[in-house]
C-alpha cells in the first residue's frame, strides 16, 4: 500500500497472472539417500493470487521401486488468496514422509525423481466501467461517452480476462440496441485449464474428456444502477 494524498492507496491484488505455486524447500541434505534411509520432503505451496482456494489437490509422483510413502497419492489442501486487507502471499508447508527402498545387489546407484502436482479451482474477476451508445449511427457530435475496447494485464491468476470489445448493434424494435461484448481470455500460466467439475479427476490420474481441457465458465453481469 501506498500513501497518496494523506490517505493510503490500498493495493490493487487483482492483477498479475501468478496463482497457486508450490516448490521444494530445504533439500540440500536430500539430494544423496541410502537405501532404508527415511526422510521427509517439505513442499511449500503459496497463493500469489486473488482467488480463495478452499478446496485444492495435490498429486506425488515417484518411482515406486525406488521409493515408498505413507502419504496418499493426492491429497487436499485450502489456502486463502490475497486481498487489499492481506495483501500479502499466504504460504503452508507439507511434509511428505518417504522411505528409500532396498536397491538390487548389483545396482550402484539410481537416480530418480519426486514430483508435486497442483490442481485448484479459482475465479477471475474483471470490473470495468461500461458505456451504452444508443445512438449507433453516430448522429450526435456530442455524447456523454463512447464505446472503447480494453485490455489486461491480469486479474491474479493464470487465466486471464485479456480484453473486452464493446460494440451496439441495432435491435429490431426501432428504440432499442442489442450491446455485444467480446471477451477474451487467454492462459497466461504454465498449467492446463480443466473444467471446475474434473480438477480433482485430473489431479488423480483419471480419465478426462477432452470437452472438459481448455474449458473454463464465464459469467457476464452488468449493474442495473
Do not use: W
Request: proline share 8%; charged share 20%; net charge negative.
Amino acid at each position: 500500500a501506498g500513501c497518496a494524498s494523506g490517505g493510503i492507496t490500498p493495493e490493487n491484488v487483482r492483477a498479475g497472472t501468478k496463482g497457486v505455486e508450490a516448490r521444494f524447500s530445504s533439500v540440500d541434505g536430500l539430494r544423496d539417500l541410502f537405501p532404508g534411509q527415511d526422510f521427509q520432503l517439505p513442499v511449500e505451496i503459496t497463493n500469489n493470487g486473488a482467488s480463495d482456494v478452499p478446496h485444492g489437490y495435490f498429486h506425488i509422483g515417484l518411482e515406486k521401486d525406488v521409493f515408498e510413502t505413507t502419504a496418499p497419492a493426492v491429497g487436499v489442501f485450502n489456502i486463502p488468496g490475497r486481498s487489499v486487507a492481506n495483501p500479502i502471499p499466504r504460504t503452508q508447508t507439507i511434509r511428505i514422509p518417504f522411505t528409500v527402498r532396498e536397491l538390487q545387489e548389483q545396482s550402484q546407484g539410481i537416480q530418480s525423481r519426486i514430483t508435486f502436482t497442483l490442481c485448484y479451482p479459482y475465479d477471475t474477476v474483471a470490473t470495468l466501467p461500461v458505456c451504452i451508445d444508443p445512438d449507433i449511427d453516430n448522429k450526435e457530435t456530442q455524447k456523454p461517452c463512447t464505446p472503447k475496447s480494453i485490455s489486461f494485464n491480469g486479474q491474479g491468476g493464470p487465466l486471464a480476462i485479456t480484453s473486452i470489445v464493446p460494440r451496439m448493434l441495432s435491435h429490431n424494435s426501432r428504440d432499442r440496441i442489442l450491446p455485444e461484448f467480446r471477451i477474451t481470455v487467454a492462459n497466461r500460466g504454465q498449467g492446463l485449464v480443466v473444467a471446475p467439475e474434473r480438477v480433482q479427476a485430473f489431479c488423480s490420474g483419471g480419465t478426462v474428456e477432452p470437452n472438459y481441457l481448455n474449458t473454463a465458465i464465464v459469467r457476464v453481469f452488468i449493474d442495473e444502477d
